[in-house]
């Protein structure tokens, strides 16, 4: 019953990726007002994907939206190379809008990131690498994070400024995917 | 683009809190565990498509939405009126078991097992999963991520997708799965149970093999005498998925018996002013304050609880160990709220053996998986176990089936009570004439995870593994101390 390194290696979905394959995540709650905003930039980010029309967009650039952080995040992950991860962040410091980047070594909690029912997702890295888990180095993890305003309130749609931030959000996720590391360049896959 | 430092108290802010009130000498004269509540999730509903609710009120947050998806299928097949056919109701409750497999590994590997584990007074930043490897050893990580893989695969055969599965309709299921589906998913099922079993040989090696952490177990900072509450089968056995819903009092009495749609005959909410959260007690014994005993309507629905509020377990590996349990702790009730942690892992048993029983049934692989509804709605309700408690939807519509009316008691809200004097007993065991012991957070930190409160219910965004905001003020009021887990 042991796993073998084989079930490891082996992403839940969306099926494997091909080598140097990346991935952009959208996190969040779509039904909790700002809460959604990753799920929105990320439903963006596809759309622009295709409207490029290459081939190799569904193949190399994976989209997906979840509501999980902590290792459900982390095992997202494994079997690419380069992952983008889009949050809501509250900081209270800023206008609701602002758009971060972060990498993940200086990655803050933001709203999704971590799980209170399992590990932060830096936690949850540690362990699935300690386990052998094929996962996309430090520096080819990148957070986009957007200040929220409102994410104790159901709704479908973001707060006004927030919702507006979507395009400056959309960009930083296709700017850091164009800015992949050497060997990876983007270009190709977009 | 901006590059910030976060204080982690900023981020706290408006997170689980704590408010700890000493008197003249010192002491803890009162205690105060503060969540914030999401808003307007009726008036989201109000309007919508009742059918709709299952999709809908599984987005209600990330770590649970198998539960909310049962309690919403349920709450309609109560509202249509509607029976689904056996194996609808089989495959539903096979996809529950797997997502129960799921949670309660996580929780006993990752969160709950490191305090025993690796200690509870190693660093807290050993007290995790990687310190459970580097004790255990590694093949153990392994095993904990290879069994989530192999019971999400479950729930996506089952109900169409790994995370937030959306094949509970009013009446059944939205399609069946083949014999091959069926044979596959019996194999993983003992696989679980093997799993289970091997989790279970690993709390007696490493936490009952330990004296000190039996003491601590049943010391009485961590003990709590409540009314307990859980679903059980007619045969008064442990049920996470159908049946009545069963208190039992402090001495271990049945108090009541009932049918989900008399929950409102049995269960009122008390509001307090510091918080917006409410707490559940029991309607017939009435609210009278933070206080245990018979006298209290105060109750608890933990997996202790569960077990506490049953006759047993309906399978064999599960009886055996929850007999085993109770004859270690001195006969049932158990009021050692650490035991949860236990009582959680023998659960985990059940559930497996409960899918390997299910998945060997022919039946499941039926084509039959749904009963259509013909009759008019008006109203239902649905009564699941989710992992951390009793979790009740309850929906009114008009005879379009549109909702009018919306309620949810979610699985964490019924413990609120139970979780915030467990804290505060904590705290007293800890203070004393203004002294605060070294290590109170990680000590009411084990009060507070025991119940694995999933606060992104009410709650929803706590951005770290535990991020709790202690602070303790004189009896003038004045900030004595104030403590926080850090967050990486």
């Not at chain 2, 004269?29 to 299952?54: D, K, S």
């Not at chain 2, 709450?75 to 194996?87: H, M």
């Not at chain 2, 069963?246 to 009932?258: I, S």
């Amino acid at each position: 019953m042991i796993a073998s390194a084989a079930q490891l290696h082996q992403p839940v979905a969306p099926g494997p990726p091909r080598p140097g394959g990346a991935v952009v995540i959208g996190i969040g709650n779509p039904i909790l007002s700002d809460d959604g905003i990753g799920w929105r930039v990320a439903e963006q980010v596809e759309a622009v994907l295709r409207a490029r029309g290459d081939a190799l967009a569904g193949q190399r650039v994976h989209v997906r939206r979840m509501c999980l952080g902590g290792l459900a995040l982390a095992e997202a992950l494994v079997g690419y190379e380069h992952a983008v991860l889009i949050d809501a962040i509250l900081t209270g410091s800023t206008r609701p809008g602002t758009v971060y980047r972060f990498g993940i070594s200086d990655l803050p909690a933001t709203l999704n990131t971590a799980s209170s029912h399992d590990m932060t997702l830096a936690g949850a890295l540690a362990t699935l690498r300690r386990l052998g888990a094929p996962l996309p180095p430090d520096n080819g993890i990148r957070v986009i994070a957007i200040e929220a305003e409102d994410v104790w309130t159901f709704g479908e749609a973001c707060t006004p400024r927030v919702a507006r931030s979507v395009a400056r959000a959309v960009q930083a996720v296709l700017d850091e995917l164009a800015a992949r590391p050497a060997g990876q360049t983007a270009s190709a896959d977009l | 683009m901006t590059r910030i430092t976060i204080d982690p108290i900023t981020r706290l802010e408006g997170h689980g809190k704590i408010e700890i009130f000493l008197n003249d000498q010192g002491d803890v004269e009162n205690c105060y565990f503060q969540v914030p509540e999401l808003r307007g999730f009726e008036v989201f509903c109000v309007g919508r498509p009742a059918e709709e609710m299952p999709r809908l009120t599984s987005r209600i947050c990330g770590v649970c939405p198998e539960a909310h998806m049962m309690a919403s299928a349920k709450a309609l097949d109560a509202l249509y009126g509607v029976e689904p056919p056996p194996a609808g109701k089989k495959l539903r409750e096979l996809l529950y078991s797997a997502f129960y497999v799921t949670d309660h590994t996580t929780h006993f590997y990752a969160l709950g097992g490191p305090d025993f584990v690796v200690g509870p007074d190693s660093p807290a930043a050993e007290r995790n999963i990687l310190g459970v490897i580097a004790k255990v050893g590694l093949e153990i990580g392994g095993q904990v991520i290879a069994a989530r893989k192999r019971n999400h695969h479950v729930i996506e055969m089952i109900g169409g997708r790994a995370i937030h599965p959306v094949a509970a309709l009013p009446g059944g299921m939205s399609h069946p799965i083949t014999e091959e589906q069926r044979r596959e998913i019996l194999d993983i099922a003992r696989q679980n149970v093997e799993f289970a079993q091997f989790t279970i040989d690993l709390f007696h090696n490493v936490v009952l093999a330990n004296s000190a952490y039996v003491e601590m177990i049943t010391s009485p900072a961590y003990t709590l005498r409540t009314y307990y509450m859980g679903l059980v089968d007619e045969h008064n056995k442990v049920n996470f998925y159908d049946g009545l819903v069963r208190v039992v009092d402090p001495d271990g009495v049945e108090f009541a018996r009932y049918m989900p749609v008399e929950y409102t005959d049995h269960v009122a909410e008390h509001v307090e002013p510091w918080t917006y959260l409410k707490f559940p007690y029991l309607k017939k014994l009435g609210w009278h304050g933070f206080v245990e005993g018979k006298g209290s309507g105060i109750y608890c629905c933990t997996p202790l609880s569960r077990l506490n509020a049953a006759d047993g377990m309906a399978t064999p590996l599960a009886q055996a160990e929850y007999e085993r349990m109770y004859e270690t702790l001195g006969g049932k009730p158990v009021h050692f709220t650490l035991a949860t942690h236990w009582a959680r892992i023998i659960e985990l048993l059940y559930a497996a053996e409960r899918m390997v029983e299910l998945a060997e049934d022919p039946e499941v692989a039926s084509p039959d998986v749904r009963t259509l509804p013909t009759k008019k709605p008006t109203e239902g309700v649905g009564i699941v176990e989710a992992p951390r408690g009793t979790l009740t939807h309850h929906y009114v519509t008009d005879e379009n089936g549109i909702l009018l009316e919306a309620n949810l008691i979610v699985g964490t809200t019924n413990n609120y009570a139970p979780i915030q004097m467990n804290i505060k007993r904590a705290a007293e065991s800890l203070i004393h004439g203004g002294q605060v012991s070294d290590g109170i957070l990680n000590r009411i930190e084990m009060a507070f995870r025991a119940y694995d409160p999933c606060l992104s219910c009410a709650t929803h965004s706590l951005p770290g593994q535990m991020p709790l905001e202690i602070v303790i003020r004189d009896s003038s009021g004045q900030v004595v101390q104030r403590l926080s887990q850090n967050i990486d």
